[in-house]
């Protein structure tokens, strides 16, 4: 038994940098493999519909007569299941978060040529 | 003669952040008696097994438990593939060995972190959590997660660490070690720590067999018991003695979560000198049929998994009986005869996971 045995640590501590890190003045630096979100390219998704099916969650909603694909962000668990059952690839996982919110939000994403469609 | 006296501790209090219930019937200072309730936060978990494919229970299985995550979805699948007769390829029962131990030393070190919290050494607290750390940001590196892995899958394990992946832990481990001596130093030797942990709560190994106790805390008191040696994952390639101590006090369960630190670190060597190259899944048909019981070691006990499946792509059951809840009656036994002020130390020397116990 003895006393003082965490003085060492201690006095260490005194002097050197703190383990934490001053965020989000400091950015932190993801690892490649982090299951942050969901993006989707619309250019080449052809509305499957395979994703929304194989979601354990039902996060996605794909709407083929809207040409959109939704994704509810606070269902999403990350689970990365949408983005290795898309036949075309077009889903990819990235690392960053979302941004916290304030109320339970839906992205929709819409095919281009809808988009224009709608703005003319 | 004293008068007799019930003071409740919990569902809210500031040493244990789960809601764990007690009422203590106090003579003056001591306990005589304690009177559990639970069910605060009963989610449902078990009933949800009905609703979801087989496939996806997986990720319902993982969040039984923050802590012990990634053996949650491991033993389930463990059993659904002995339902179904998948063998699975050695890659993946190597690398789910390597993730066991890796949660567990992270387990292992979030309680000693409580464990000084609980006795007021905050510095202490911080250091056990600052080492915590590092394991989950080699989850982080390897998963993709820090608490929910989503790396089983029915049929072996949906992603790789490659050789240099695990190199690089080893590395980290290797300057962890240092580290980990002069942080667990404090915890077996520092007097003002021994001051509060020496001699209380005693649980002899009669009572530990009658009462059921499971884990670090069975084992501190002179049992030898350990699941991984029933060899499910790799561990049956694995040397690997359990470790026991026989004192059976507070300190003995400290001493024994210590020592299985250093174990965790020297398993996860001997696998990755082991570990086989190779596919690390095998595409799994059909439905299955049947029914399993899955015993595995969790950082704190054995954990029981029941399946029983229909042949259709709902399983019929899913049970968990986890080592918290196991732990329950010999921790009531040890309370009886302590001080109010050991009261708290006593319910973190069983490590209580109460979400997990209530599923
Ligand atoms: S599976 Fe891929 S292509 Fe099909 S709807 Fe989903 S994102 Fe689009
Ligand atoms: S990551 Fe998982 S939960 Fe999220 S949308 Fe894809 S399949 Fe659904």
């Known amino acids: 038994m003895s006393l003082f045995s965490f003085a060492k640590t201690e006095f260490r501590n005194l002097f050197s940098k703190p383990v934490t890190r001053l965020y989000p003045q400091e950015p932190r630096i993801y690892p490649e493999r982090t299951r942050g979100h969901i993006e989707n390219d619309m250019n080449a998704c052809i509305l499957c519909g395979l994703c929304s099916r194989k979601c354990p969650t039902g996060a996605i909603r794909v709407d083929r007569k809207e040409k959109s694909w939704a994704i509810s962000r606070f269902s999403c668990i990350q689970c990365g299941c949408c983005v290795e059952s898309c036949p075309k690839k077009c889903l990819s996982m990235k690392q960053a978060y979302t941004q916290p919110g304030a109320e339970k939000k839906t992205d929709v994403f819409t095919k281009p040529e809808a988009e224009s469609k709608n703005a003319s | ?359």
């Open chain 2, 1 to 359: 003669m004293s008068t007799r006296s019930v003071v409740p501790f919990g569902p809210h209090h500031p040493v244990l952040p789960e809601p764990l219930h007690l009422d203590l019937v106090l003579e003056d200072e001591k306990v005589v008696e304690a009177i559990p309730s639970i069910g605060f936060v009963h989610r449902g978990l078990e009933k949800l097994v009905e609703k979801k494919d087989f496939n996806e229970f997986v990720y319902v299985a993982e969040r039984i438990c923050g802590i012990c995550s990634f053996m949650h979805g491991m033993s389930y699948c463990e059993a659904v593939e002995h339902i179904m007769g998948v063998e699975i390829p050695p890659r993946a029962k190597y690398l789910r060995t390597i993730w066991c131990e890796m949660s567990r030393i992270h387990s292992h070190l979030l309680w000693l972190g409580l464990l000084a919290d609980a006795f007021g050494f905050e510095s202490l607290f911080m250091q056990s959590w600052r080492m915590r750390e590092k394991i989950l940001d080699m989850f982080e590196t390897s998963t993709g997660g820090r608490v929910i892995f989503s790396v089983n899958k029915i049929g072996g394990q949906r992603k790789d660490m490659d050789n240099s992946m695990i190199r690089s832990f080893l590395d980290i481990f290797a300057g962890m070690e240092k580290d980990l001596k002069e942080l667990t130093g404090t915890f077996l030797n520092d007097g003002a720590v021994r001051s509060r942990l020496d001699g209380v709560g005693v649980l002899t190994e009669q009572q530990a067999r009658d009462f059921g106790a499971v884990g670090p805390f069975l084992r501190a008191s002179g049992v030898q018991y350990d699941m991984r040696t029933t060899g499910y994952a790799a561990y049956g390639d694995i040397d690997l003695e359990p470790i026991t101590s026989n004192i059976g006090d507070s300190y003995a369960r400290t001493v024994v979560r210590v020592k299985e630190i250093f174990q965790s670190i020297d398993i996860i060597r001997q696998a990755a000198a082991k570990i086989p190259e190779g596919d690390f899944a095998v595409p799994v048909k059909g439905f299955p049929k049947g029914e399993y019981m899955m015993r595995v070691e969790q950082p704190r006990g054995e954990a029981c998994y029941y399946v029983k499946a229909n042949g259709t792509k709902f399983l019929d059951r899913f049970r968990v009986r986890t080592p918290t809840f196991a732990n329950i009656p010999p921790m009531l036994e040890t309370l009886k005869g302590s001080q109010l002020a050991d009261v708290p130390i006593l319910i973190l020397t069983i490590d209580p996971c109460i979400s997990c116990t209530e599923r």
